[in-house]
């Protein structure tokens, strides 16, 4: 059996990672129980959450312990088996980690896969996973899209913001997208089909409010909030009677103390709603999501871009990039 290559977390970061924080160790292969299944995963997902697993502090995952490896969702192919219904040369995706082979067993979230029925096996970390399930479910039914709402995305560029701003077109939504730089915002509106958008490198708050306010002069019905920070602060001030607004994320405070939230009190002024999202309320009806979303797909209504970086041994600055803002689309490591 190979020997298996695992990323691990060796220390909590303080603030943004450094590699001092990992170790890519090589151990033995894990022996199979009855019941269980050894995955060799071929692809990872790379998502900033992942960042908040590292602190010592539990959210809505317990930490990752240290000296164990990195935790992501992963799809691979069953190296063998001791498991019913698991066979050896099965595609499967679940929650697992990042290292060559994962344990799995019978009655978890490891769920069987197709690759025959989409364009490449990535598209399960994408637009058919939890990426393209939190786009799908965290728009239409925590934001409550009507025909004719004004939407601001933030962190627009990114793999969920973007498929949000193209599901806003399709429910007749007139998108805003904020991203960083140039090359970014005309992606926005040139690939994606927002209406217009906005960069925010160098800008302050008041700026931001400003250029908001521009783009969307009758007000902003819903916010999609990615990023949080003085670009949430900046979108608050230009809701509209009513407005909802849907927490996704808040990848600028992941690495810092975070700053909290000042102008909450337009909340109040504009009698609107703000709600936290997370896509694990809605597992049982990923079936129903990826069905649509595949059909869009498929009428060309929505375009899927993935990075895929390759190797184990760069996952460290392949993780980065998603706080320098320097990936296109979702960002997959190829392990395999």
């Not at 695992?6 to 022996?31: I, K, N, S």
Request: hydrophobic share 40%.
């Amino acid at each position: 059996m190979p020997q298996n290559r695992r990323f691990l977390l060796q220390r909590r970061p303080d603030g943004e990672p450094v590699p001092e924080d990992f170790e890519l160790v090589t151990e033995a292969t894990p022996e199979l129980a009855d019941g269980q299944f050894l995955i060799r995963n071929h692809y990872a997902s790379l998502d900033p959450a992942i960042r908040g697993w590292m602190d010592a502090e539990g959210n809505y995952m317990p930490p990752i312990p240290l000296g164990d490896p990195v935790r992501a969702s992963t799809i691979g192919v069953v190296e063998e088996s001791r498991a019913e219904g698991f066979e050896k040369g099965q595609w499967v995706m679940g929650l697992h980690a990042l290292e060559d082979f994962s344990l799995s067993q019978a009655g978890g979230f490891t769920q069987p896969i197709d690759p025959s029925l989409v364009p490449s096996v990535t598209n399960y970390l994408s637009i058919f996973g939890a990426v393209g399930m939190t786009a799908y479910f965290g728009f239409l039914e925590v934001c409550e899209p009507k025909e004719g709402d004004t939407v601001l995305v933030t962190g627009a560029a990114g793999a969920v913001g973007s498929l949000v701003g193209q599901l806003a077109k399709i429910k007749g939504c007139r998108a805003i997208g904020i991203a960083g730089g140039p090359e970014k915002c005309a992606k926005l509106t040139e690939k994606y089909g927002f209406d217009t958008a906005i960069d925010y490198k160098g800008k302050s708050e008041a700026d931001l409010t400003r250029e908001i306010a521009a783009a969307a002069p009758d007000g902003v019905d819903v916010i999609f909030e990615n990023v949080g920070g003085i670009i949430l602060d900046a979108g608050l001030m230009n809701l509209n009677l009513h407005a909802r607004v849907g927490l996704c994320g808040m990848i600028s405070e992941y690495n810092t103390e975070p700053r909290g939230v000042r102008n909450l009190w337009q909340l109040i002024v504009k009698r609107a709603q703000i709600r936290g999202l997370l896509v694990a309320d809605y597992v049982e009806r990923f079936g129903e999501g990826a069905a649509q979303m595949g059909q869009w797909a498929a009428e060309g209504r929505l375009v899927i871009e993935e990075q895929v970086d390759e190797g184990l041994e760069n996952t460290y600055a392949s993780f980065m990039r998603l706080f320098a803002g320097t990936n296109q689309g979702k960002m997959i490591l190829k392990i395999a």
